[in-house]
């Protein structure tokens, strides 16, 4: 029996099973039009960041971020005039891909607040923006080659094959 009459009329009341089914089916529903959504967030590098420039920065870590999709690394850099500029880095491949393959030892330890940092990036697009994309890092004066960054190559289109005449 799929539902139950309601002892003071004759409405009929979902049953408990009909509930959970209903519930069932809105999380699955859910789930799948997140997915494809949640693909489109992700960002492409050459849309962020101008991966045909770079900029060498040194300054001192204030914070280290060994987090899911991407570590990220803030560092305090001196300007010319003086002052102290405060810099965001995204870092190589999400944590997962450095615990499976151990590249270059990298992990939540690895680097500190306090440590000394020389970094190769690729700036952000937007010009007054403090934030890069690592290209070579330094920690301390020895490189961190877990941390590196390099961008796709761009393809050259394949040559149409020439044109038959019949």
């Not at 959970?20 to 859910?30: F, I, M, N, Q």
């Not at 494809?36 to 204030?62: E, F, M, N, Q, R």
């Not at 499976?100 to 690729?122: A, E, F, H, M």
């Amino acid at each position: 029996m799929a539902s139950i009459y309601a002892s003071r009329s004759n409405e009929k009341v979902p049953s408990r099973h009909a509930a959970v089914r209903s519930a069932t089916g809105l999380l699955v529903l859910s789930v799948l039009l997140s997915t494809p959504l949640s693909a489109l967030a992700h960002h492409g590098t050459s849309v962020t960041y101008d991966i045909t420039k770079t900029v060498t920065l040194t300054g001192t870590v204030t914070e280290w971020d060994f987090v899911f999709p991407h570590p990220a690394l803030y560092f305090d850099v001196t300007n010319a005039a003086g002052k102290v500029e405060h810099w965001g880095s995204e870092v190589g491949a999400n944590p997962a891909y450095y615990m499976k393959d151990k590249r270059g030892g990298v992990n939540r330890n690895s680097i500190k607040p306090g440590d000394k940092l020389k970094i190769t990036c690729y700036p952000h697009r937007t010009p007054s923006a403090k934030a890069c994309l690592a290209k070579e890092v330094e920690v301390n004066g020895k490189p961190v080659p877990g941390l590196t960054f390099k961008p796709p190559v761009p393809q050259k289109p394949a040559a149409s094959p020439p044109a038959t005449s019949q």
